[in-house]
């Protein structure tokens, strides 16, 4: 192939690339709004975004993903209120994730699902670590986002086609991919509630919230049953590691080292058992993890075919 051909293409891919990346900042600004406006009830098309503190509307040219935060130092333009960092790293992160479905799945209607998979997840991953809460809105979203592109882009389990057997030959060819959504959906889902049930029975209080169930519930109609039942056990796992982690360094670090002293005074125990009880039941967002777990699926699990492509440096 010419050099001529080859700077060409490079070009073209770059543009490309470039493209996805300002696409990514722009519905990462929208993630934002989603963030802090669905868990709080409020509508996320009005009223414009205005600062939090002196309630002033922000102008479209203190709106620019990333670069306005950066030219404003992190403040607000009138009242010099910080802006939490939150922002941009969520815009340049959903920038960064949409370049990453580009180059691995290419110019096809594969990565439109998964950027709307990847937009999804972002929000509630975010949302669960700040709120603990996992919004009915955007999973029920998600689940008829999922259904539907299951028509064109089915999860590529393949389960279905061994339900249907012969029969699978005479249905309509979007059958087997909708039916394999609806399978992750019930069996993952099915699986997280009756661990969460399960849990409840031995240990007497809640481990998750149902959040986390109609969560998997999504998840399962966009990665189908295979992908969606790693992902739970993936995200449970990163979810114990850290967990464990965390606990540790709380303990270590004297958390409430006060409340566990004005109990022992009470006679309930002496400090350091007392200390450690109350940092055990410290609980991480399980719908963080499972989000990350999703990703890692997504992008690296074989059965989405997903191939990185090398980056062009010309």
């Not at 299951?150 to 059958?175: C, E, Q």
């Not at 965390?246 to 409340?259: R, Y």
Request: glycine letters at 12%.
């Amino acid at each position: 192939m010419p050099i001529e051909e080859i700077a060409r293409l490079c070009h073209s891919k770059n543009v490309i690339i470039a493209g996805f990346f300002l696409l990514g900042l722009l519905i990462g600004s929208f993630l934002n709004v989603c963030i802090t406006r669905i868990p709080a009830g409020v509508s996320i098309v009005s009223p414009r975004s205005r600062c939090p503190q002196c309630d002033s509307p922000i102008q479209p040219y203190d709106n620019v993903p990333v670069l306005s935060w950066l030219v404003l130092r992190g403040k607000c333009r009138s009242c010099r209120t910080a802006i939490s960092a939150m922002y941009p790293s969520i815009e340049l992160i959903t920038g960064l994730v949409f370049v990453a479905c580009y180059l691995s799945f290419g110019l096809s209607l594969a990565t439109v699902k998964w950027l709307f998979f990847s937009s999804i997840l972002v929000v509630l991953i975010v949302t669960d670590y700040r709120e603990r809460i996992l919004p009915d809105l955007v999973n029920g979203f998600g689940v008829g986002l999922g259904i539907a592109f299951s028509v064109w882009v089915p999860p590529a389990d393949g389960i279905a086609r061994s339900f249907l057997g012969r029969h699978g030959n005479t249905l309509p060819h979007w059958t087997a991919g909708i039916l394999d959504a609806i399978l992750g959906a019930v069996l993952c889902g099915g699986l997280l509630w009756a661990a969460a049930v399960l849990y409840k029975l031995v240990r007497g209080r809640d481990g998750m919230g149902f959040g986390d169930v109609k969560m998997m519930f999504m998840v399962g109609t966009f990665l189908g049953a295979r992908g969606a039942f790693l992902t739970i056990m993936l995200g449970t796992l990163l979810g114990t590691v850290v967990g464990i982690g965390v606990i540790v360094l709380l303990f270590a670090s004297g958390w409430k080292s006060a409340l566990a002293s004005r109990a022992s005074q009470m006679g309930l125990g002496n400090v350091s058992s007392l200390r450690w009880a109350i940092a055990s039941r410290y609980q991480l967002p399980l719908g963080t993890f499972l989000g990350i777990a999703a990703f890692l699926i997504m992008f690296f699990g074989p059965w989405t075919s997903s191939r990185w492509s090398l980056l062009p440096l010309g």
